[in-house]
């Protein structure tokens, strides 16, 4: 059965950014199968047709988090990066069990569909309890089980105990319901030894699998690893192959012009975290330089200690806000890329075949109704898209498809009890928080 969606505007993030009004989209077994004006194209005798109203566009692709830390939200408030991971994060982080990061993954995923997220790159600890969680919500995940080497709190004691962790998920439950991909997270070049990030690296290129790995997220960070090992953090990763396979590298802040020209060199794309950068005190990634080399560029939440919400729209809005404040120029970021950066951009940043509506791709989509003051006046496809990107929300979204099945149905989660999800957080922190 084929089913036809129709709304008042379709925004397909497509390579032409080609925006219908009335638009309809259909679908089939998962996939998309038409996009166009629903007063040109009769539907087929078999198409179911639903008239939503509003507006459907590609779900938001969030590149980079670690939503099981919804258990430690807004723990170590104010610390710089390192501070705030060897006091607030990491300790908290050893006394969670897979019980802990199922629940805290579930209330993350409970938030990123609620508010229109589909498609979640994620790195953390206890992978197959994120992995179930994620199979559970309906979302489609990019998990990168985390891999690091941090004596004295690290519940598995080394990062070969990590790494055979991740290979086990990698082999058991890459590919599962179709939509959950599985990579490696080797958690950055400081946190691991060089012979720890070229093993890592091997294993994932073994399978031809993402490695998501932090990079030049602080200027601190960039100071010890020269100091250690006499280059700069791109370059170390460079002389370990850790390039050499499909990367994806989180934050980005601190790259300079060789820096990129190396990561565009290995084709390394880049989650650009905007939110947490600021909260950090990390500083302002350089957006459009990174697009200027031709880097693919995603957006992404980062924990939600470090943001302190999931909302990819807030990150689109920064994104583009940073980069026209900073170079005090309103055309070097349009509305347009922000909008393809959550979306489309998301999708090449992860390499897989989201973040548009097109025939072939996956049906992963959603529906905001528009019947909210942010959404008036409406003229024009220009203002819709500008109400996207500079006022768009979470709590504008009704409906979300992954895959083609429904997991938000008029702004509730199918899966998942949001309820009983919030009191498990809830009560588990008190665990957590009592050091
Ligand atoms: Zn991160």
Redo the contacts with the bound molecule.
């Keep these: 059965m084929t089913l036809r969606l129709v709304a008042d505007a379709v925004f397909t993030v497509d390579a032409g950014d080609t925006v219908w009004c009335p638009g309809a989209v259909e679908m089939e077994d998962g996939r998309i199968t038409w996009v166009g004006d629903p007063r040109l194209t009769p539907p087929g005798a078999h198409t179911e047709v639903r008239a939503l109203g509003g507006l459907l566009m590609p779900g938001l692709v969030n590149c980079?988090?670690?939503s099981p830390m919804t258990l430690v939200r807004s723990a170590g408030d104010g610390l710089p990066l390192d501070r705030w991971l060897s006091e607030a994060v990491w300790p908290r982080e050893a006394l969670q069990s897979d019980d802990d990061v199922f629940w805290g993954m579930t209330l993350g995923a409970h938030e990123l569909l609620c508010n229109g997220v589909t498609t979640t790159c994620e790195?953390y600890l206890h992978p197959g309890a994120v992995a179930e969680a994620a199979l559970a919500s309906g979302i489609r995940c990019v998990l990168t089980p985390g891999v690091f080497d941090v004596p004295g709190i690290d519940p598995a004691g080394s990062w070969t105990a990590h790494l055979a962790e991740a290979c086990r998920v990698f082999d058991e439950m890459d590919g599962r319901q179709g939509r959950l991909h599985v990579g490696f997270g080797p958690h950055a070049a400081y946190s691991l030894p060089p012979e720890g990030l070229a093993a890592v690296a091997q294993e994932a290129q073994r399978r031809d699998a993402l490695v998501q790995i932090?990079l030049a997220?602080t200027e601190a960070e960039g100071h010890l690893i020269e100091e250690r090992s006499g280059l700069r953090a791109p370059a170390l990763l460079a002389s370990l192959g850790v390039l050499d396979g499909r990367v994806l590298a989180?934050?980005g802040v601190w790259l300079d012009d060789d820096d990129m020209a190396l990561l565009a060199d290995h084709e390394v794309a880049v989650a650009h975290?905007p939110g947490?950068n600021g909260k950090l005190g990390s500083g302002v990634a350089r957006l459009a330089a990174l697009l200027a080399h031709g880097i693919r560029v995603g957006l992404?939440t980062?924990?939600p200690a470090?943001n302190d919400d999931l909302h990819l729209w807030d990150e689109m809005r920064l994104a583009a806000l940073l980069a026209r404040a900073t170079a005090a120029d309103p055309e070097i970021v349009s509305s347009a890329t922000a909008l393809r950066l959550a979306t489309r951009g998301g999708g090449e940043a992860l390499g897989l075949p989201v973040g548009a509506l097109e025939p072939g791709r996956p049906a992963d989509l959603i529906r905001l109704r528009t019947d909210d003051d942010r959404f008036v006046p409406a003229l024009n496809e220009a203002e819709l898209l500008g109400h996207l990107v500079w006022a768009g929300a979470g709590y504008l979204v009704t409906d979300v498809w992954v895959g083609g099945a429904p997991v938000v149905v008029g702004g509730d989660c199918v899966h998942i009890d949001g309820a009983r999800a919030r009191a498990e957080v809830g009560e588990r922190a008190h665990r957590l928080f009592a050091l």
């Design positions: 980079h988090g670690h790195q932090h997220e989180a934050h975290c947490s992404g980062d924990g470090s």
